[in-house]
């Protein structure tokens, strides 16, 4: 059974960083292709950034510069820190993870930038 289970969220300031972390079993983690994405109040599920299986990465661009994915095949768990968060960057996050045509999906984090 595949499990994804994300956690890290919370309330921040303006300015302030979080590090989300996804943790993945039931899936040979070394191989997918792991996302994240968000979803705002009253807005559509949004793509954030993705990791591949070979560490390249790619991000939309309003949080280049700002957020970094990262893995660690060792640990199953893949990771989202996020500096000089924005109000605008306040939504629940979903870890998605991509294998062998299929797509699972974590329960998601909330993160609130407010002050």
């Known amino acids: 059974q595949v499990q994804l289970v994300e956690s890290g969220g919370g309330l921040v300031q303006p300015g302030g960083s979080l590090r989300l972390s996804c943790a993945a079993s039931?899936?040979?983690?070394?191989?997918?292709?792991m996302r994240w994405y968000r979803q705002a109040p009253g807005k559509q599920r949004e793509w954030v950034a993705t990791?591949?299986?070979?560490?390249?990465?790619t991000y939309v661009d309003s949080t280049k510069g700002r957020f970094t994915i990262s893995r660690d095949n060792a640990k199953n768990t893949a990771y989202l820190q996020m500096n000089n968060l924005k109000p605008e960057d306040t939504a629940i996050y979903y870890c998605?993870?991509?294998?062998?045509?299929?797509?699972?999906w974590g329960q998601g984090t909330q993160v609130t930038v407010s002050s």
């Open positions: 039931g899936i040979p983690f070394s191989l997918g292709v």
């Open positions: 990791i591949t299986g070979g560490f390249t990465t």
């Open positions: 998605n993870a991509a294998f062998a045509s299929k797509s699972y």
